[in-house]
C-alpha cells in the first residue's frame, strides 16, 4: 500500500525556521512527481512547492526550499522566516504523472501535518 507521511511540523515564533519531511512507502518510484501543498480551513488548498520544476509560489520565494532524496524518496520542504500567514496544515503530494502548482490533481497524498506560527 502506498502511503506518504510527513513530519516535522509544529509550532515555531515568527522568523523561526521548520523543516518538513515527507516519506514515501509502499513501492514509489523516484520518477513520481512530488510536492507540498497547504490547506488553511475555510480556504481552497494551494500550492507551496514542486520539486521536479524547483517551482514555488510567489509567497514562499527566497523563504521556502524544496528538495528530494531520490534514492529514499524522501522529500523535504525547509521553511525558514516564517510568518504567522504561513500557519496552515502542510501536504506531501506524489503522482505518477506531472502536476503544477495550479493544475492537476496529484494521486497520492500524505495525512498533513500542522505548522503554527505565533508569537
Known amino acids: 500500500q502506498k502511503r506518504l507521511v510527513e513530519s516535522g511540523g509544529g509550532s515555531v515564533q515568527p522568523g523561526g525556521s521548520l523543516r518538513l519531511t515527507c516519506t514515501a512507502t509502499?513501492?514509489?518510484?523516484?520518477?513520481?512527481?512530488m510536492g507540498w501543498f497547504r490547506r488553511v480551513p475555510g480556504k481552497e488548498r494551494e500550492g507551496v512547492a514542486i520539486?521536479?520544476?524547483?517551482s514555488y509560489a510567489d509567497s514562499y520565494k527566497g523563504r521556502f526550499t524544496i528538495s528530494q532524496d531520490k534514492a529514499k524518496i524522501i522529500l523535504y520542504l525547509q521553511m525558514n522566516s516564517l510568518k504567522p500567514e504561513d500557519t496552515a496544515t502542510y501536504y506531501c503530494?506524489?503522482?505518477?504523472?506531472?502536476?503544477?502548482?495550479?493544475?492537476?490533481?496529484?494521486?497520492?497524498w500524505g495525512q498533513g501535518t500542522q505548522v503554527t506560527v505565533s508569537s
Open positions: 503530494a506524489a503522482s505518477p504523472y506531472p502536476f503544477t502548482l495550479v493544475s492537476g490533481t496529484p494521486k497520492y
Open positions: 509502499g513501492n514509489f518510484y523516484s520518477d513520481h512527481c
Open positions: 520539486v521536479d520544476t524547483t
